[in-house]
Structures are given as structure tokens and as C-alpha cells.
């Protein structure tokens, strides 16, 4: 009987050792945050603070354009209208012909390179009819060569917008 005591003992199951327990306190789950009407004051003071945002902006901007700066618009196209005329109204016989188109394409490039970039002046009527005369003559030298000269009709719809520019720039626009 001794084996039977023995594996008695031994299919006894050892007690498992003791574990601390955590017990935590579960409070009810939150309701979800009750979402009001917006209300009239608060839609008041966004569109205050709307307002006020906006006017502060307008402090950032960068100012127009100086008087002298625009003084310098007004002196640098005038130049390039009276190179554009001097040119245009040469004959095609002039053996000066050439320099004169090197010396206004010089001209014209660099009076684009300068004033393209100026957002107040994209809007003049001078600046959009200058710059679309300039275009006309500089592509057709650039298609035809210096000494091509330029068709009636060309020449004719160029100088009109020399016209309407100098009369814009007189008129400040």
C-alpha cells in the first residue's frame, strides 16, 4: 500500500502560489459632449475676429508703387516707345538698320526683364499694350531677320499701341 499513498501524493496538484490581484474601480464611460447650436454671439465674435485678421493683413501687404518709382516707369517706356519709332520709321535701305533692332531688342528685353515682375503694373493699360508691341516687333525681327522690314499691317497695329500707351501713360494708367 505504500505505492498507493505515494502516487496519491503524487497526482495531488500543487496549490497555485498566491497572486496579487488588481481590482480597479470602473466608472460609467463618459457621455459624448453635447454639441450646442453655434449660437448668435459666438458666430458674432468669429466674424469679428475675422475682420479684425483681414484689416491686420492689409498692413502686411507691400505699399503701391512710389511716385519715383513710377516716375522711373514713366521715363523707361517713353525711351522704349521712341526706340520702337525710330525704328519702325527707318527705311529698309539704311545700312543702320541692324544696329538700330540690336539697340531696341537691348532695349525692350531689358525694360520686360524689369517691369514683367511688378504685379501693379501687370494691370496698366501702357504696361499690356507696350508689352504686346514689343512682342510684335521682337518676333518678327527674331522670325525674319534685322533688316526684314515689317508688313503695313504689322507696322500699323504697333504704332496705334505706342499710341494708346503714351496717352495711358499721360493718364497715369
Known amino acids: 500500500m505504500a505505492s498507493a499513498s505515494a502516487t496519491a501524493t503524487l497526482l495531488k496538484p500543487n496549490p497555485p502560489p498566491h497572486k496579487p490581484s488588481i481590482t480597479a474601480s470602473v466608472s460609467p464611460p463618459l457621455p459624448p459632449p453635447r454639441r450646442s447650436p453655434l449660437l448668435r454671439r459666438d458666430f458674432l465674435s468669429l466674424a469679428a475676429t475675422s475682420t ?5 493683413i492689409q498692413f502686411l501687404a507691400p505699399a503701391p508703387a512710389s511716385a519715383a518709382e513710377n516716375e522711373e516707369y514713366v521715363k523707361d517706356t517713353s525711351e522704349v516707345i521712341s526706340k ?25 528685353n531689358s525694360w520686360v526683364a524689369k517691369y514683367r515682375k511688378e504685379k501693379a503694373l501687370l494691370g496698366k493699360t501702357s504696361f499690356r499694350d507696350i508689352y504686346s508691341a514689343l512682342n510684335a516687333v521682337s518676333g518678327h525681327y527674331v522670325s525674319f531677320g534685322p533688316t526684314a522690314p515689317i508688313p503695313a499691317k ?11 500707351a503714351e496717352k495711358a501713360l499721360s493718364r497715369g494708367r
Not at 520702337?84 to 525692350?108: G, H, I, Y
Not at 504689322?154 to 494708346?164: N, P, Q, S, V
Open 52 to 56: 479684425v485678421l483681414a484689416q491686420s
Open 84 to 108: 520702337v519709332r525710330n525704328t519702325l520709321s527707318m527705311a529698309k535701305t539704311d545700312p543702320n538698320v541692324a544696329d538700330a533692332v540690336a539697340e531696341l531688342r537691348e532695349a525692350s
Open 154 to 164: 504689322r507696322k500699323a497695329r504697333i504704332l496705334e499701341e505706342m499710341e494708346t
